[in-house]
């Protein structure tokens, strides 16, 4: 079975940075399409960044400019850089991988922005 390992989440003022990573178990991690999602209650998962084999990438527009996703395919990790953030960027953070039909999930890290 696949993992994917998150960390790197805490509590950040406003303006701060924080930088995610997610480390997956998969050999074949380099043609995952690997992607970053977050979630607040009551609220569906959304797409925040996303990064493909060839290192192609997509943000959601409310993060374009702030949030930087990369891979490192000798480490098996894909990071999350967050500059600038906002009380609204507060919520737990998925990581995601993708290989053909397969879809795998790592068990969420909390971001907290707060004064």
């Known amino acids: 079975q696949v993992q994917l390992v998150e960390s790197g989440g805490g509590l950040v003022q406003p303006g701060g940075s924080l930088r995610l990573s997610c480390l997956v178990s998969d050999i074949t991690f380099s043609i995952y399409a690997m992607g970053w999602y977050r979630q607040t209650p009551g609220k569906e998962r959304e797409l925040v960044a996303g990064i493909f084999s060839n290192g192609n990438t997509n943000y959601a527009d409310s993060v374009k400019g702030r949030f930087t996703i990369s891979r490192d395919n000798a480490k098996k990790t894909v990071y999350l850089q967050m500059n600038s953030l906002k009380l609204e960027d507060t919520a737990v953070y998925y990581c995601?991988?993708?290989?053909?039909?397969?879809?795998?999930w790592g068990q969420g890290t909390q971001v907290t922005v707060s004064s």
């Open positions: 995601n991988g993708r290989i053909g039909s397969r879809t795998y």
